[in-house]
Structures are given as structure tokens and as C-alpha cells.
């Protein structure tokens, strides 16, 4: 229960080293939470920090304990109260708490030294802050130090709750039962009653209230509740239902009291999850996912707002996704709010990003256990990641034959950072959530060990090659294929909000600048977009979009051609931003979307229509024969859907104009409706239209384009 909030104005100074001595010149306001890289005289400092407040303790209570609460600080931190040392804690992501009863006083000085430094080894790195520190997709220039979320001084009673923790463990017609877990810390021995009750938070429904006693024994007792919930709604995604709410206020009572020691309060979903050989089941029925990868909200973190992220989940919806994976970091609480809000799923990463140290084992194993139990109740988060690419990684401006090989090695060979530490932390999540699936490490491209979610860069990253080879690959490594969770190709901004940050005259742009500071890889994209080719910037720019939406087209026809053989999802890189940036995503930094967000919308609409075009063009006279599928993915039928298809030549006259019919039954795997065969007689671009009318929808319209020579 919080009675002092103490956000606001702070003070900070940069030090060498951390020895107490803090008196003295140098102290700016600093503005909590934040980092301190928003101050200008700091924002390109990495390293430490010393924070500073004065505050007025409340009113204490007799038999009241009172906590020191720190809901996130980037990264290293020592606490000090009223000059005596209170504790220390490693990790950004998770609340620590400090019991600080008997240090309090009227007067209270506060100082928190915060080290953040920039790691120069990214092959050997110590931070568990992903990527926030070390990532393609990072402004190298920038450091999340700071602290970040709220503090708070939180009173309760002598017994206290820690970790409370409920999930579903099955459901009938007539009731669901639930597991709900808690620990109780108190200082003496005594019987308490635990009361749990579940009130509909966005729905009508039933509240229901459970009770038991427990004998506490002092320090640390962990406890189990089994209840059963005779009338109950599920949590659905979107796409297949509501993603109903319950909120949750469990408080503690000890034997013979008129008020709860302490009381928690917070929102869950009832639902079971399962991913049977990559395939989803969501309360037991089969879902395909549709998906694509999050970044952090903003580089500065602290900055972000719910407007933000309800803006970024409309997208989401309005993208038809319901899957996000959150890529190689915890991001802001707020982010898992609204996601259980807007009912799409979750696949959370640790923050492990690339290569590590070994000396980095005892703090991610205690690190992982706090993000698990920290967000363990949002009914949105169905999967934890333990590693993301746990491999060496080659720089994209400086590939050598030695580092390819490095590469390799650490692909298909010993590897201490996948065999050992990521196993570690897989046991750790599955000795506190079995109720979730756990992946290792992620992104193996097929040549793995084992399996699972594969990462592939077909039309971008030079040893994957042009688009076309993705035809290869799925029939060499056709496991590869059953949960990719990384693919796709850069694109620049929308002209409008390019010119934001470079020359709108394309003869004066500083690639070399963005390249260092906006994560553009120039040598690859000439690969396929060539800046020589173009007078103006706005048609460069449209060419990266419209070879990004080729990319993503390519691949996910093919995926979803394979829904469920043996293909259980499809999820992309990258969905936005985090700062002013030329890469994978589809809608920038200011949330203005690509024009390839448009093309995306259409790729990933449960009622889908596409066409595989064999070749990447084909000569005049040649033999053409192009097949037309559908599929769906809802629970909904259109028994009288149709496939409207045309074909025109390079001069706009019509080859080709056939109707099929394309019932769509529930959650459909792609069929085979039409193929379109012809021989060309002229050179140049035919363009197929495709138009799938299943209802007052309006339906939805494809395109491809046919190159001849």
C-alpha cells in the first residue's frame, strides 16, 4: 500500500567512483523517473551517476513496516538512506523493495548511486539489458542510465505480501480452477487468512471470493490456493473473442485484526495456453499466429505514455496481428497492460541479446526468476525466450571470412552461452512457470541444435541471399519453417518524416552518418535498391519500401501456404521504431506507417488470397502457370466466398479474367482455388489482380507483378 510517492525533481551529478563524498558543486536537477541522458549537459554519458532527495517520512504507525520500493533503474544501484548503506541491486526491469522501518526519520536524505556503463566488448558482455545496449537497431550514442520508474515508500502491516501469482490449470462447462500463489513475509509467528477475490474488471459478471488459514512462521512462507470458479469468462485474443479481465485484490489478515496486514491488487485473464509442436491452442482451440517483433517504445523508455502504446496497438489491430514478440528486453509496464487489454499475445524475451560472459551466470538466473514472477500474471504473455541469437554476431559494415567462420562455429558447435547458460535459465523459468511454454534461445536459422523459432534474412543479409532462395531452404530445412519469428528487409521512412534527420536533396546525403548513428546498412541495401539510380529521395525511398513489401510478401505467402504443415505462426522484424531510424519496421519513429505497412495489412489479413509466382521473371513465349490460394484463419465461415482474378500485359490489356469459387470454412488451411496459365507475347511487367469477395467485408484485394524479357 503506497503512501509516499517520490517522483519529481531529484538532483544528479556524473562521478568517477562511488565513495560517499558527494557534497559540494556539480549537482543539476534531475527529473524521476528518467534517464539522465535527457539532461542536455549528458546526453552522451555512460557511466555514473549519483541521485539525491530530501523528503518528509509520513506519519508512522505502531506495528506498521514500511519499504523503500524502486520500480526500475538502469542498471548497477546502491541505495543510502540518511547516510547508512540500505542495499544494492543489478537489473533494470524488475521492483526491488528495501525494508527501511527502522531507518526511517522525520528528515530523511536519500542517495542512489546508479551505474550504467557502455560495455566497449559487445562480444563479452556482463548487462542483462539487451537491446538497450547492444543492438542493429540502436543509436550507438545513446545510454538508458537512469532510474527510470516511479519510487515509492510503501507501509503494510507486520505480514506482507511478495510474488501473488495466479493462472488457470484447467476449465469445464460448469467451473474453472485456478492456482493461486503468494509468499507471506513477516517477523514473528502468528495464524493469518489469506482472502482472494476475483471481480469482473471489463465485463459483467460474478465476483467470487475465496478464504483459507495458513500458520506464518516468521520470515518467508510460500502458500497455495486452489479455487474453483463456478461462473467465469475466458481471455480470448481479438481475433477470436474478448479478452476478458478479472481484477484480482488479495490481502493477508492476521488472527484476530479489524484491517489486512497488506493487500495487492491486480488485473489477470483466465486462459489456458499451449504451442504443441509450434502450433498455438488458445483455451484449447487451434490459433494461427500472426505476428511481428516489438522493440522498446522509445530508446528513452521512461518517456513513453499509454497514449503511446494504445496508438501502437491500434496498429497492431489494424495490422490484424495477434502475436507480438517483445525482442530482447522487458519494456514498460504499461506495454503488458494493454496488450491484456487489447487481447494479443505475448512471447516475452529475457534480455539477452548476442554473446556474454561467464560471469554472468548467477546474476541472469536471478534476474530471469524476477522478470518471470514480475510479470507472471498478464493473461497476454504465453511464451518466455531465454536468449535471443545466442551466437557470434558478424557486424553488417565489416563481414570477413574469419568472422563468418566464427560465426558458423558458434552456430553448429560448442557454445557456451546456448549449451550452458541458456539451459540454466530454461530450468529456472520451468522451476516457477510450467504453465507457459520456455524456448531456450531463439533464432538458429535452421542449423541449430534444436530447432524451434528460426530467424532468415532472404532479400537482405548477403549469406541468405536474393528472396527467391527461400524456395530452396524450406525444402532443405523444412523444420525451419515451423515458427519463424524473424524475417524481412530496411526501409527508409516516409519522405516526410526522412527528411527529419537527413538532406531531402538525395546528392547531399550523409550515408556515412547514418549508417553510424540510424542503424542504415547502405552496402547491403545497393544490393537491391541502388541510391545511384534515383534523382530524388522520395522515389529512393519508395524503391527500399516497395523491395521491403516484396520481401515480406514472398515470405509469408509461403509460410501461410503452410499453415500448420508444418507452419504454426508468422512473425516479422520489425514493427516500429524505438528512435529516428532507417530499418525493418513498418512504421516509424513519429507512428506514421510506411507505405509498406499497407502491403503488410493485406499479407496478414485472416481472409488471405495470394498467387506463387515460380521465377523471378520469365522470357516471352515461355510457358506461365501461376496457382491462386485462399485461406482463413477465424472461426467465422464465408461458404460463398469467391476469387476474382485478372491479368493484364504491359500495355494495360486484359489476358486473363477467371472467377472461382473459395468457400471459406473455420480456420482453414490454404487451399488451392484457380491456376492461371498463359504464354507471354510481349516483354515487360504484367500485373495480376486478385480480389477475394467473402461478404459485406468489401473483401480483399492482391496484387503481383509478373516481370517477362
Known amino acids: ?27 543539476v536537477k534531475a527529473s524521476v523517473p528518467g534517464h539522465w541522458q535527457l539532461h542536455p549537459a549528458f ?128 476449465f469445464t462447462d460448469e467451473y474453472l480452477r485456478a492456482e493461486v500463489r503468494l509468499t507471506a513475509d513477516s517477523t514473528k509467528r502468528c495464524r493469518i ?42 481471455w480470448w485474443t481479438h481475433d477470436h473473442g474478448r479478452p476478458s479481465l478479472y481484477r484480482v485484490n488479495m490481502e493477508v489478515i492476521e488472527e484476530g485484526a479489524d484491517e489486512p496486514s497488506d493487500a495487492v491488487e491486480f488485473r489477470t485473464g483466465l486462459r489456458t495456453f499451449e504451442l504443441r509442436n509450434y502450433i498455438a491452442y488458445l ?50 509496464p504499461l506495454f503488458y497492460e494493454i496488450a491484456d487489454e487489447r487481447g494479443v499475445l505475448v512471447w516475452q524475451d529475457f534480455p539477452l541479446q548476442w554473446y556474454y560472459r561467464k560471469e554472468i ?47 558458423m562455429w558458434s552456430l553448429l558447435g560448442y557454445n557456451w552461452n546456448r549449451e550452458f547458460l541458456d539451459e540454466r535459465l530454461r530450468e529456472k523459468v520451468l522451476s516457477i512457470d510450467t504453465s507457459r511454454f520456455v524456448q531456450k534461445c531463439s533464432g538458429f536459422m535452421g542449423l541449430g541444435k534444436e530447432p524451434g523459432d528460426e530467424h532468415f534474412y532472404f532479400g537482405w543479409y548477403p549469406p541468405f541471399g536474393k528472396t527467391r532462395n527461400f524456395d530452396g531452404y524450406m525444402k532443405l530445412l523444412p523444420k525451419a519453417i515451423r515458427f519463424p519469428t524473424e524475417f524481412g528487409a530496411q526501409s527508409f521512412p516516409n519522405h516526410e518524416n526522412s527528411v527529419k534527420f537527413m538532406e531531402p536533396d538525395i546528392r547531399k546525403v550523409d550515408w556515412k552518418h547514418l549508417e553510424e548513428r540510424h542503424h542504415f546498412q547502405p552496402g547491403i541495401m545497393k544490393r537491391f535498391v541502388r541510391h545511384e539510380d534515383y534523382d530524388s529521395l522520395e522515389d529512393y525511398i519508395d524503391a527500399t519500401q516497395a523491395h521491403q513489401s516484396h520481401v515480406n510478401k514472398f515470405i509469408i505467402d509461403r509460410l501461410r501456404l503452410r499453415k500448420y504443415v508444418p507452419t504454426g505462426g508468422v512473425t516479422a522484424f520489425l514493427f516500429l521504431d524505438s528512435n529516428p531510424a532507417i530499418q525493418w519496421s513498418l ?54 466466398a469467391r476469387v476474382h482474378a485478372k491479368l493484364v500485359d504491359p500495355d494495360g490489356s486484359e489476358v486473363i479474367k477467371r472467377t472461382a469459387a473459395a468457400p471459406l470454412e473455420a480456420d482453414m488451411q490454404s487451399r488451392q482455388v484457380n491456376i492461371l496459365a498463359f504464354r507471354p507475347e510481349k516483354a515487360g511487367v504484367y500485373e495480376l489482380f486478385l480480389h477475394l469477395d467473402y461478404g459485406e467485408f468489401g473483401g480483399l484485394h492482391n496484387h503481383y507483378e509478373i516481370i517477362v524479357k
Open 1 to 27: 500500500m503506497k503512501v509516499l510517492d517520490l517522483c519529481g525533481d531529484w538532483e544528479m551529478k556524473p562521478v568517477e567512483r562511488f565513495d560517499g563524498r558527494y557534497e559540494g558543486a556539480g549537482w
Open 193 to 234: 487468512t489469506v482472502r482472494v477475490t476475483f471481480t469482473p474488471d471489463n465485463f459483467e459478471g460474478k465476483t467470487h471470493i475465496f478464504e483459507q488459514s495458513f500458520l506464518k512462521t516468521p520470515g518467508k512462507n510460500s502458500y497455495l490456493m486452489l479455487v474453483n470458479l463456478d461462473e467465469y469468462e475466458l
Open 283 to 332: 483455451n484449447g482451440r487451434r490459433i494461427f499466429i500472426r505476428g511481428n517483433n516489438y522493440p522498446p517504445a522509445d530508446t528513452r523508455i521512461a518517456t513513453v505514455s499509454r497514449d503511446t502504446y494504445e496508438r501502437d496497438f491500434d496498429l497492431i489491430q489494424q495490422a490484424h496481428l495477434n502475436f507480438m514478440r517483445i525482442h530482447a528486453h522487458v519494456d514498460h
Open 361 to 407: 551466470l548467477s546474476g541472469a538466473l536471478y534476474q530471469i526468476e524476477r522478470m518471470v514472477k514480475t510479470l507472471y500474471n498478464h493473461p497476454s504473455i504465453v511464451a518466455w525466450c531465454c536468449h535471443n541469437e545466442p551466437f557470434h554476431i558478424v557486424e553488417a559494415s565489416n563481414i570477413r571470412a574469419a568472422d563468418l567462420a566464427k560465426s
Open 43 to 170: 546526453e552522451f554519458y555512460g557511466g555514473k551517476m549519483v541521485y539525491r532527495k530530501s523528503f518528509d517520512a509520513p506519519p508512522r504507525r505502531e506495528g506498521r513496516r514500511y519499504f523503500l520500493r524502486f520500480n526500475g533503474i538502469f542498471y548497477w544501484s546502491i541505495i543510502n538512506l540518511n547516510n547508512a548503506r540500505v542495499g544494492e541491486n543489478e537489473g533494470y526491469f524488475f521492483p526491488r523493495e528495501y525494508d527501511v522501518t527502522d531507518m526511517l526519520e522525520n528528515n530523511n536524505d536519500l542517495v542512489v548511486e546508479v551505474d550504467c556503463p557502455d560495455e566497449k566488448s559487445k562480444g563479452d558482455k556482463r548487462m542483462v539489458t539487451g537491446v538497450f545496449s547492444h543492438w542493429d537497431c540502436l543509436d550507438p550514442a545513446t545510454n538508458p542510465g537512469g532510474i527510470w520508474l516511479p519510487v515509492e515508500v510503501i507501509q503494510t502491516g507486520d505480514v506482507r505480501i511478495e510474488d501473488p501469482m495466479v493462472h488457470t490449470s484447467y
Open 587 to 640: 512504421v516509424d519513429y513519429w507512428r506514421v506507417p510506411k507505405k509498406s505497412f499497407e502491403s503488410f495489412c493485406i499479407d496478414m489479413n485472416p481472409q488471405y488470397v495470394f498467387a506463387l509466382i515460380g521465377k523471378d521473371y520469365y522470357h516471352v513465349g515461355e510457358a506461365v502457370e501461376v496457382p491462386v490460394y485462399v485461406v482463413n484463419d477465424e472461426y467465422a465461415e464465408w461458404l460463398r
